[in-house]
């Protein structure tokens, strides 16, 4: 059985506000490559109990579908290490239905984790961000505004924490320098070897 997804498959789905040609271990992820493990290229394959498994954090979970005639609406939880979707239909869900859930457990861990990472990093490179949010971009995992605002796809919830840490420090260094500069890429560097 396989998980799979209406979003949008951008095709450049990493590209930083203002551009620029050199790649960067960011620059090389994209949506369909991070997702890979859990199928979500194929289109019209419903997720079905058991067998299937989302992404979170770098890791693939099993996912279980229970019929739940007693809620109204399907609802996604995560606990002891696996997804739990209740759906009062039946004991599969349609990707048109999961994947808006999915994205919500994503956008509140991005709240609860990824703020608080970027709060760590502000500490650790004395880069000075003016806000973090979290908002559903179309095409990239996140970016640093003229004001110096950081936004966050809540998708950047299923990449291993060392890239989520890597996207942070990538975006405070966008508060120097806007451009990806030679000069950038050894400000982020500097900030996170390797
Ligand atoms: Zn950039």
Redesign the pocket.
């Known amino acids: 059985m396989t998980i799979t997804s209406n979003y949008a498959k951008p095709a450049d789905s990493t590209k ?1 506000p ?1 551009g ?1 040609k050199r790649s960067s271990k960011l620059l090389r992820i994209s949506f369909n490559s991070c997702t890979s493990a859990t199928d979500l290229s194929q289109p019209g394959r419903k997720l079905r109990s058991k067998a299937s498994r989302l992404r979170y954090a770098g890791r693939t979970y099993i996912t279980e579908v229970r019929h739940a005639p007693d809620i109204l609406k399907p609802r996604l939880t995560f606990t002891a290490s696996r997804f739990i979707v209740d759906n009062p239909e039946s004991t599969s869900i349609q990707p048109d239905a999961l994947m808006p859930l999915l994205e919500q457990f994503y956008r509140k861990r991005a709240h609860e984790k990824l703020l608080v990472r970027v709060r760590h990093w502000q500490r650790e490179t004395g880069l000075q961000a003016t806000g973090a949010r979290i908002r559903h971009f179309q095409s990239r995992w996140a970016s640093c505004d003229t004001n110096n605002t950081l936004e966050f796809h809540p998708r950047i919830m299923e990449l291993p924490a060392s890239v989520q840490d890597y996207v942070i420090v ?2 405070l260094c ?1 508060t120097v320098e806007k451009n ?1 500069t030679k000069a950038f890429w050894a400000f982020v560097s500097s900030h996170m070897p390797d």
């Open positions: 930083c203002r620029g990538h975006e966008h990806h």
